[in-house]
């Protein structure tokens, strides 16, 4: 990774700021205060955004709402540029916008997304998404108080700290959901105990309901026989119920038998009655017809007078219409002349010849009409008379013609019943046949009715029998049912047992499993115990050895580079720094300054190897950014930082430092300055 160009909008103490970073060292000089470390802090935002536990007050720039951070980089054969805002609301400052442009392609995204394509194009461990950026403070650029502070933290804040930088966390975080995971287990363990503390009980209740499950069905079988031997002796009383019921029944249809016989016997008494009365009847009205006398000439002389009456009514109607007629017209004729003499007695020019009408004329004219009205007034009246005398003639022949229609009528009603008079004698000869024959079949009705009267008397003795058998069966019938109850409540209680039975050995089946359950957990908690932990622990102390053998060897070269021979530096298991001087230990506290700075710094230097040796294909391994780093040196040790700085061997270094004498071995020089509380380059 190469920085290329930075630009600063209201960050910190800056304004509007560019820089450009060149390859190589380059220095970024000026006094103190003077906005160095805002460029390093810049840079940081630019590529992770606000930290957790960093407030956006120390990135904005005091009195301003809106800054932001453009860096331009290279990775590879990308070339990247990263943009990021900030915008102050009423209670606190945030990220605003976020973007990334990768070879002239922009994506705007949010700020744990953007994080997130930062460290996938560094090439970051994905862990390290969720955490600060400390991979990047422990290899690239740490603050200058930063690293004394992971010296005088306590051994385990220390070392909790390294694994964390050295990625080996893992091994602890391992043992911890491992110490977990026992825990659970261990509670796991208890809770299936005492699921299964009563499996043993449970296995000798099941032995003994399966006991009383093969009690209860030889009961069962027995019962089962006695239930049969009830339903025979219930069939054989039934069989014989039966058989009385059918005399019984017999007795019951013979008497619904002789009752319908002596309805037959009464019908035909009552027949005999009826026939009586018709034979007496029939004998009077023949008695009456006898005395009749009829003339059948009669009805022929009526019917010819009948006859001459309705033609002499036919002529008498054309006469009528006739007249009629001849009435109308006359009065039609009338209405004319009537006309005619108004329409002449008003007339003044002749409408032909168009001269006036002669008024003697016109009373000429008037006089023959008036003359021809008289003659028809007297016609009319004739015919009127005529009229009435036809309809007075009319209507007494209409009563002719009527008293004859009546006559014959009543002539052949007289002929008709006078023809029935044979018929009814006949009848009278078949209705005493018919007597003869219903007297006869009453004498054989009454006697069959006599036969089933004995039969019935002798049926009657199946009565008694029959009480005797229904209640020998009703008792056969009971005992049955109170056996097919026994029955049915034993194979009820058979059944509940064998669900009984079954439930148990479903739970049984549950708590052996939860025991095979518990015996695996047993197997794995003694394996993690007795091996994974031992192993785990045993991975990560070597690793730690390893590492701290390869740090306290870097450590002790870079720190002797710095100060004199007299001084030698290592570490121990919590990769403190042990200084010694002469073969005396010296606690940090009494060190000079100087002296403190070149622990610090020899610590950095050291970390910053054995990170990219261990993260080998992490893209920020040939870039570093020093934050005065000559804190409080002698005139000998700046001397001393030309030789540290050639050994670096890196593609990009930065130092922020206020010592004029780094210009001098550094290839680039960017002097920053503040004025009236802006900084810039001087």
């Given amino acids: 990774m190469q920085l290329n160009k930075i630009k600063l909008n209201n960050i910190r103490s800056y304004k509007e700021q560019e820089l450009e970073f060149p390859e190589g060292s380059t220095l970024l000089s000026g006094d103190i205060g003077a906005g160095k470390t805002s460029i390093l802090l810049a840079i940081e935002f630019a590529l992770f955004g606000i930290q957790p536990g960093q407030r956006g007050s120390s990135i904005l720039k005091n009195g301003k709402d809106t800054g932001g951070v453009v860096l331009d980089f290279e990775v590879e054969d990308k070339q990247v540029r990263i943009e990021r805002t900030l915008k102050r609301s009423k209670k606190s400052i945030s990220q605003d916008y976020c973007a990334i442009e990768i070879n002239g392609e922009k994506f705007e995204k949010s700020v744990t997304e953007l994080k997130n394509m930062v460290l996938e194009l560094l090439n970051y461990p994905r862990e390290f998404s969720r955490k600060q950026n400390i991979l990047y403070r422990f290899t690239v650029y740490t603050p200058q108080e930063q690293m004394k502070e992971i010296i005088l933290q306590d051994s385990k804040t220390r070392l909790n700290t390294l694994r964390h930088v050295f990625g080996i966390d893992k091994y602890k975080t391992i043992l911890e959901n491992t110490s977990t995971l026992l825990s659970e287990i ?9 699921m299964t503390s009563e499996l043993s009980n449970e296995k000798e209740t099941l032995t003994k309901k399966k006991d009383e499950l093969e009690t209860k069905r030889y009961n069962l079988r027995s019962i089962e026989k006695e239930l049969f031997s009830k339903k025979e002796v219930r069939k054989k009383a039934q069989e014989e119920k039966e058989e ?54 009669r009805i022929k002389s009526l019917e010819e007078e009948l006859k ?42 002749c409408p032909t010849c168009l001269q006036d009408v002669d008024p003697v004329h016109k009373s000429n004219v008037s006089n023959k009409m008036e003359s021809n009205i008289v003659e028809n007034v007297k016609e009319i009246e004739n015919f009127t008379l005529e009229k009435r005398k036809l309809s007075k ?31 009814k004698k006949t009848r009278i000869e078949e209705i005493k046949k ?14 069959h009715n006599d036969s089933l009267r004995k039969t019935v008397f002798e049926l009657n003795k199946y009565d008694n029998i029959f009480e005797e058998k229904k209640k020998k069966f009703d008792e056969a019938s009971k005992e049955e049912r109170l056996a097919e109850i026994k029955v049915a409540e034993l194979k009820k209680e058979i059944d509940v047992f064998m669900k009984q039975i079954e439930e148990m050995k479903q739970k049984i089946k549950k708590q052996e499993k939860i025991k095979e359950e518990l015996n695996r957990l047993s197997e794995i908690e003694a394996w993690l115990n007795k091996n994974f932990v031992p192993l785990i622990s045993n991975v990560e102390q070597n690793v730690m050895i390893k590492l701290r053998s390869e740090f306290s060897q ?68 040939d870039l570093i950014i020093l934050d005065e780093p000559t804190d409080g040196f002698s005139s000998n040790q700046l001397d001393k930082m030309r030789e540290v700085l050639d050994e670096l061997d890196v593609g990009q270094l930065i130092v ?14 960017i002097k920053l300055k503040k004025e009236k509380g802006v900084s810039g380059k001087g």
């Fill in 434 to 447: 018919n007597q003869d024959a219903l007297e006869k079949d009453i004498a054989l009705l009454k006697q």
């Fill in 393 to 423: 003639s009319l209507s007494e022949i209409d009563t002719k013609i009527s008293d004859a229609q009546n006559k014959i009528q009543e002539l052949k009603v007289l002929q008709v019943r006078l023809q029935s008079l044979k018929d």
């Fill in 308 to 349: 001459s009456l309705k033609e002499e009514k036919q002529d008498l109607n054309e006469k009528n219409l006739d007249t009629v007629s001849q009435i109308k017209s006359l009065t039609m004729k009338n209405k004319e002349h009537e006309d005619l003499k108004n329409k002449i007695s008003s007339l003044k020019m």
């Fill in 186 to 194: 261990r509670s796991e363990k208890r809770l299936k105990q005492g």
């Fill in 656 to 669: 922020v430092s206020h010592e004029q004498r780094m210009e001098d071995f550094m290839e680039n020089v």
């Fill in 244 to 297: 009385i019921a059918k005399k019984i029944e017999e007795k019951n249809k013979i008497q619904s038998e002789i009752e319908k016989t002596k309805i037959m016997v009464n019908n035909k008494q009552d027949s005999i009655t009826s026939n009586e009365k018709t034979i007496k009847n029939l004998q009077e009205q023949i008695a009456e017809l006898e005395k009749l006398e009829f003339d059948e000439s």
């Fill in 554 to 621: 870097l450590f002790s070269q870079w720190f002797s580079m710095l100060v004199s021979d007299s001084f030698n530096v290592m570490l121990d298991d919590s990769f403190s720094p042990i200084v010694e001087y002469q073969d005396y230990e010296i606690d940090y506290d009494y060190l000079s300054g100087g002296e403190r700075t070149a622990v610090a710094l020899a610590y950095r230097l050291a970390l910053n190897q054995v990170i990219n040796s261990l993260l080998s294909k992490i893209k920020t391994h």
